[in-house]
């Protein structure tokens, strides 16, 4: 398994500004991942970050609006946009280290960064 | 479309017990994995049980089994001798083609 680190552990906005949100891995993996948990809710995934290409949004999610970067294969950033109430949540970074074939697996967790916009 | 449901939101279970939650998915792909993830309210997600679609054999992991019924796409987690620290909420998941899709959760108390 990947020990994974997330800074900050929780932070509270004001409504318009943004928040970047590091997750650094302690071992080198293909593919990182960005998931959101509304309150009471399940994990959604935001983006699948690629090392040296953009990232990849799910439907419903914009680059605009949740930038991310992949500078390197042990580090990835999320930046929340222009905030407002209902990003309110939390944001987990998730890595996969099994790389190869066409198919996703295992995926171990970051401790995750509670989001309160005001 | 890959989908993932839990229709039991929430479990309770005397300490000692045994119990078991539910999972269906839906897929069409031949090839995927199935998993349960604990999430206590620290929240950090722990990965419990590992299930390979390709094999027949249900996985364990300690206390931790389950019954993967393939024809039925049904993925269920049995935990037995229940302890205190088994509190927590209970996503089943699914990772084939897409990363994992996980099911809305079902929370479980441990009653001493």
């Known amino acids: 398994s990947a020990v994974i680190s997330q800074k900050p552990s929780r932070d509270i906005c004001q409504r318009g500004t943004s928040l970047t949100i590091q997750c650094q891995v302690d071992?080198?993996?293909?593919?990182m991942f960005w998931y959101r948990q509304q309150p009471g809710q399940s994990l959604t995934l935001i983006a699948t970050a690629n090392q040296g290409s953009e990232a990849t949004y799910e439907s419903g999610f914009v680059i605009d609006k949740f930038p991310i970067s992949r500078p390197n294969l042990t580090f990835s950033t999320l930046t929340v946009s222009n905030m407002s109430p209902e990003d309110s949540s939390i944001y987990l970074c998730?890595?996969?280290?099994?790389?190869?074939?066409?198919?996703?697996?295992?995926?171990?967790f970051g401790p995750g960064t509670r989001l309160t916009v005001l | 479309a890959q989908t993932v449901t839990q229709s039991q939101p929430e479990m309770s279970v005397q300490e000692a017990e045994t119990v078991t939650l539910s999972c269906t998915y839906d897929?069409?792909?031949?090839?995927?994995?199935l998993f349960w993830y604990k999430q206590p309210p620290s929240r950090q997600m722990i990965l419990v049980i590992r299930?390979?679609?390709?094999?027949?054999q249900n996985a364990t992991e300690n206390r931790f089994s389950v019954n993967f019924q393939k024809a039925a796409k049904s993925f269920s987690l049995k935990i037995s001798d229940s302890q205190l620290g088994d509190a927590a909420m209970y996503f089943c998941?699914?990772?084939?083609?897409?990363?994992?899709?996980f099911g809305k959760g079902t929370r479980l108390s441990v009653i001493a």
């Open positions: 299930q390979e679609a390709y094999k027949q």
């Open positions: 897929t069409s792909e031949s090839d995927y994995y």
């Open positions: 998730s890595v996969s280290p099994l790389a190869g074939g066409s198919y996703y697996n295992e995926q171990f």
């Open positions: 071992s080198q993996v293909t593919m």
């Open positions: 998941a699914l990772a084939g083609n897409t990363p994992l899709v």
